[in-house]
């Protein structure tokens, strides 16, 4: 099933999904697999796994540290795409790629794609690519069903909006604001209609992720967005409360889509 249909087929069931985020290697992976059990436990619907990258520039200071962590720990390529695999095959979610065109760039992109694939992703997530840079990747990634998403922002102009749905596929990848990832956001501050914007230019699902910290949050987008990111708040409980305060608020969340 394709990742666009996979979304489509949730949202019969529920008016709004919701995607976690953790970073690979941090703080190791025996700490991933807890998380990714709790998502599952607590019917997340999306989970990006992100590979640590030095310069995370679209990463509030929370995954900054998160990053520069699993980097310290020696995690390599290897051991992401290893874990990712074994992940993709023990949950039913769809798993994301995310991280940064660098990385991309030194494995080379047919090398890149070849292992996304074999790993079992169902797409991927570079927050530093323009689109209309990345023709080489997406011709890599396309015929191994390896969706392209593409993000677009509120200072994005009807032209350029248009442009990035014309190469955006699987869905859309909404940032409610400008800056970086965990700052909180008010929803009420022309989110719906930077969304609507977006509606406007494409028939793809619409994420929205940047600052959606909370069950409240996620109760205001079910009739904005398709699916709700949430990222540093997860990163946020898990330290400060452990696995078990992590699984409970992560209930939260999925709880509020309803």
């Given amino acids: 099933m394709s990742l666009e249909s996979y979304v489509r087929d949730r949202l019969k069931e529920k008016p709004l999904l919701v995607m976690t985020h953790a970073v690979a290697g941090y703080p190791s992976l025996d700490a991933?697999?807890?998380?990714?059990?709790?998502?599952?436990?607590?019917?997340?619907?999306?989970?990006?796994?992100?590979?640590?990258?030095?310069?995370?520039?679209?990463?509030?200071?929370?995954?900054?540290?998160?990053?520069?962590?699993?980097?310290?720990?020696?995690?390599?390529?290897?051991?992401?795409?290893d874990f990712f695999s074994r992940a993709a095959k023990a949950f039913d979610f769809p798993l994301l790629f995310m991280g940064y065109y660098n990385s991309v760039f030194q494995m080379g992109d047919e090398v890149f794609c070849r292992r996304l694939q074999e790993a079992g992703a169902q797409g991927y997530i570079l927050a530093?690519?323009?689109?209309?840079?990345?023709?080489?990747?997406?011709?890599?990634?396309?015929?191994?069903?390896?969706?392209?998403?593409?993000?677009?922002?509120?200072?994005?102009?009807?032209?350029?909006?248009?442009?990035?749905?014309?190469?955006?596929?699987?869905?859309?990848?909404?940032?409610?604001?400008k800056g970086v990832t965990g700052k909180q956001t008010d929803l009420d501050t022309g989110v719906g209609a930077f969304l609507k914007r977006c509606r406007e230019t494409t028939e793809l699902p619409l994420a929205l992720g940047f600052g959606i910290k909370s069950p409240d949050n996620i109760a205001e987008l079910r009739s904005l967005a398709d699916i709700a990111i949430v990222g540093t708040a997860c990163l946020e409980v898990w330290e400060r409360a452990g696995a078990n305060g992590y699984e409970e608020f992560l209930r939260s969340l999925v709880a509020a889509t309803a």
């Avoid at 990463?59 to 390529?77: C, M, R, T, Y």
């Avoid at 969706?147 to 869905?171: C, H, Q, V, W, Y």
């Fill in 32 to 81: 991933n697999w807890q998380m990714l059990e709790s998502m599952a436990k607590a019917g997340v619907d999306l989970v990006e796994l992100q590979l640590p990258f030095s310069e995370p520039i679209a990463d509030g200071p929370s995954f900054v540290k998160a990053n520069q962590e699993a980097i310290d720990h020696a995690l390599n390529w290897d051991d992401y795409f």
């Fill in 128 to 177: 530093d690519l323009p689109p209309e840079e990345a023709a080489s990747l997406h011709e890599q990634g396309r015929p191994r069903n390896l969706d392209p998403i593409l993000l677009m922002t509120p200072t994005n102009s009807e032209a350029r909006l248009k442009e990035i749905a014309a190469r955006a596929s699987g869905f859309v990848y909404c940032v409610a604001r």
